[in-house]
């Protein structure tokens, strides 16, 4: 049996982040991202307030973009855009 995972946009995994932040009532201290084996799939490690990697969660790079940990987190950090 294979799992099939759902594409997630930065902006999607942000929004997680950012909800488990609010339930455990603590601050994001820190945000690492580490591109996976599959070179198109990337990794966010974030810190809540003492507690290292306490969310870990995922998102696609769209076809053709690179791997830019400064810029994703730049983007991380920006306000959400309104649609």
């Given at each position: 049996m294979t799992a099939t995972l759902k594409f997630r946009t930065l902006g999607e995994a942000r929004d997680i982040i950012n909800r488990k932040v609010e339930a455990l009532r603590g601050e994001l201290t820190n945000v690492d991202f580490v591109l996976?084996?599959?070179?198109?799939?990337?990794?966010?490690?974030?810190?809540?307030?003492?507690?290292?990697?306490?969310?870990a969660i995922y998102f696609d790079l769209a076809q053709g973009e690179a791997f830019d940990p400064e810029r994703h987190a730049a983007e991380f950090r920006s306000p959400p855009m309104l649609a």
């Open positions: 996976c084996e599959d070179s198109k799939t990337v990794m966010i490690y974030a810190d809540i307030g003492d507690e290292q990697d306490a969310v």
